[in-house]
């Protein structure tokens, strides 16, 4: 599975391509006020990308168990304390609806996924980004 995203800015225009191998989505994120840039920032997508890896993941393995699952609701956090700095402090809260199932059945399946969720993994084990020019 190849995974892209392209981002084609400029004044007044944020024009943004998501695409996993020939699925291409386009996203909507307003640009800034001020006419450049993005008005959310990548801080926010990256943990909007470890909520939605778990989201997803959480219905897709709770169907391999045959668990129903009514709602997911993931909220991440971190902290970015200075421009140039990396995250910290990245945590998250997960609260799944599943009426059917047991608090044991729901919290083994979020244990589950939090070892194999593909994002959180890929931050985990610190996946090399190379800048080609």
Known sequence: MIISATIHNRRD?????????SNRKTV??????EGFGSSINGGELLLLALATCFCNDIYREGARKNMV??????????????????????TYQVNVQAPAHS??????????????????NTLRKGAQVTLKL
């Open 28 to 33: 909507n994120i307003p640009g800034k006020a």
């Open 103 to 120: 608090s044991q059945e729901i919290n083994d399946l979020i244990r589950f996924v939090d070892s194999i969720a593909e994002i959180h």
């Open 13 to 21: 225009t944020n024009d943004i391509i998501v695409q996993t191998d």
């Open 69 to 90: 699952i009514q709602s997911v609701d993931v909220t991440v956090t971190g902290t970015f304390a200075r421009e140039h700095e990396s995250a910290t402090d990245i």
